[in-house]
């Protein structure tokens, strides 16, 4: 059994990937290093991050890097164009995981930096069709919620309320765009 860490998305996110990617998977993390990375690693994944580079505009780069699996874990709501991501992405497997668009709560936005905001918050529908059509196959779909130890009617909401989902796919095979 693995570590038990405090925040209840990694434990989440640390079984799926345990589920599905195997020790010698050479795993590409989009995005910067983050203490995810970190778990990943403590755990015994091979991993590389995309270091930053802008996705929107270098999305065609991310065939150059050597991985057969691929996680993007709440990294495509961040982006203006996921599509052209998911369709360059090198492997053949994919953890993806989303934050959900709730009814009671507008998008996130860092006022405080312009790069931190959400593009898109996906209803789960919505986000399987992107994958569909961005060449991947759905195998496994997750949700969880976000807990909180607030009072109040938005906290109670979110108690209840799937906030995560996650999906593990697969290139379809013969896929012409």
């Known amino acids: 059994m693995y570590k038990v860490y405090p925040q209840k998305r990694y434990n989440e996110t640390l079984a799926l990937l345990n589920k599905f990617a195997k020790p010698t998977d050479k795993i590409l993390d989009l995005g910067v290093k983050n203490p995810f990375t970190d778990v990943m690693l403590e755990n015994g994944f091979d991993v590389k991050n995309t270091n930053g580079d802008d996705l929107d505009y270098h999305y065609n780069d991310l065939q150059n890097y050597d991985a057969n699996f691929v996680t993007a874990l709440e990294i495509l709501e961040h982006l203006v164009n996921p599509m052209e991501v998911l369709r360059n992405l090198p492997g053949d497997k994919l953890l993806a995981s989303i934050p959900m668009r709730l009814w009671f709560s507008s998008a996130y936005r860092n006022q405080n930096d312009p790069r931190d905001v959400h593009y898109h918050e996906f209803e789960d529908w919505q986000f399987d069709m992107l994958m569909e059509k961005a060449g991947w196959e759905v195998i496994h779909r997750h949700k969880w919620t976000h807990p909180s130890n607030k009072l109040g009617i938005r906290p109670l909401l979110r108690s209840i309320t799937p906030r995560y989902y996650a999906v593990y796919a697969e ?7």
């Open 171 to 177: 290139r379809k095979k013969d896929f012409a765009y």
